[in-house]
């Protein structure tokens, strides 16, 4: 961490040419920043070799670098890694690194702990600490020991990125442009519980996919799982991605964690069915793993088979996502939870 000084890492292109003229420097210089902050290895600002020493000087003492390592890594069976970053506030939040085949997927997290309450969710029961900056966001893809090797990034990780839109929309930029990281929106998935007015701009701003954690078709069920419902509906989420055009580069998926005996019912293939009709998408069932101080249990296999080849022969495009990294506390929130109450 680098006290209060304004950082560089996280900055788009457009800050960095104000940063340059700022100093009157000409608007080339921020383009090299840009190449040393995100496309090049480096550990400090002396590093930036083809800045005059003058400018490197003033960079030294008015900004920080603002790129911070992992405090903690642990490895699953599997080969998941869950990489443990420090913020402010004695804080900390979670990043997985999760290996499939020729892929190698990251899953950031946007806040540190999250205002959402979800009944399933370790992170939610948390609290709310604080949003982090496009530079701690873009930070934990450029300071795990993968960093070269990252083909996929999902924001799932800790924290409602529609809760934190302008930092969110930033690190996106910095990921998906010439300037900065050159990574196609195509390898990228933002994940929303459905806060609509931040979902529609993101849409609109963004052209990287979209997943929206659904949970159960219900009204009631939802709002018992997720206070959201109470303010934006999924029926009403589901209605404005229908009226969207995604174009065919574009996916929308759904995110279904399976509780036993309360969304894994006929009616809920049913409902499922009804509300998703139309849409081109895909439907991941999620296995749950049980976590502290919830009443809710996993479904078993036999029925998640079930309901997967139930939705298939009702044409909603149905997968079960592999459980990675059971032996490293997978589920978000699980591993920081442990360690704040360890420091605290």
């Known amino acids: 961490m680098e006290g209060k000084r304004e950082v560089l890492f996280g900055k788009t292109l457009t800050e960095l040419q104000q940063i340059a003229a700022k100093h009157g420097w000409q608007k080339f210089v921020a383009k090299q920043i840009a190449e040393w902050l995100y496309k090049k290895k480096l550990i400090s600002i002396n590093d930036m070799t083809n800045l005059s020493k003058n400018t490197r000087q003033v960079l030294k003492e008015t900004y920080g670098l603002g790129i911070n390592p992992f405090s903690k890594v642990q490895e699953s069976v599997d080969g998941t890694k869950k990489y443990l970053f420090a913020t402010h506030g004695n804080n900390f939040i979670e990043t997985a690194m999760i290996p499939e085949n020729d892929r190698k997927t990251v899953c950031v997290s946007s806040q540190v702990g999250c205002k959402m309450g979800c009944l399933f969710c370790m992170t939610g029961k948390q609290g709310f600490q604080?949003?982090?900056?496009?530079?701690?966001?873009?930070?934990?893809i450029k300071s795990i020991e993968e960093r070269e090797e990252v083909t996929n990034i999902v924001y799932m990780g800790m924290g409602e990125p529609f809760d934190n839109l302008e930092e969110v929309l930033k690190s996106l930029e910095i990921l998906t442009s010439g300037w900065g990281f050159s990574m196609s929106p195509k390898r990228i998935t933002v994940s929303s519980i459905g806060i609509i007015p931040g979902m529609l701009a993101f849409l609109e701003k963004s052209n990287t996919h979209l997943a929206i954690s659904l949970h159960t078709p219900f009204d009631e069920e939802r709002k018992n799982l997720m206070p959201v419902e109470v303010a934006y509906?999924?029926?009403?989420?589901?209605?404005?991605?229908?009226?969207w055009d995604f174009g065919r580069q574009r996916r929308i998926s759904f995110e279904y964690i399976m509780f036993k005996g309360v969304n894994d019912s006929p009616k809920h293939v049913k409902e499922l069915a009804r509300l998703l009709n139309g849409l081109r998408c895909r439907l991941n069932l999620i296995r749950?793993?049980?976590?502290?101080?919830?009443?809710?249990?996993?479904?078993?296999?036999?029925t998640i088979q079930e309901f997967k080849d139930s939705l298939n022969k009702k044409g909603v495009f149905t997968t079960i996502r592999a459980s990675r990294g059971q032996d490293i506390y997978a589920a978000c929130g699980l591993l920081s939870t442990k360690e704040l109450v360890k420091n605290r």
């Open 130 to 140: 604080s949003n982090l900056t496009a530079g701690e966001i873009i930070n934990q």
């Open 233 to 243: 509906p999924i029926k009403e989420v589901v209605k404005e991605i229908k009226a």
């Open 288 to 302: 749950f793993h049980p976590i502290p101080g919830t009443p809710l249990i996993g479904t078993d296999e036999e």
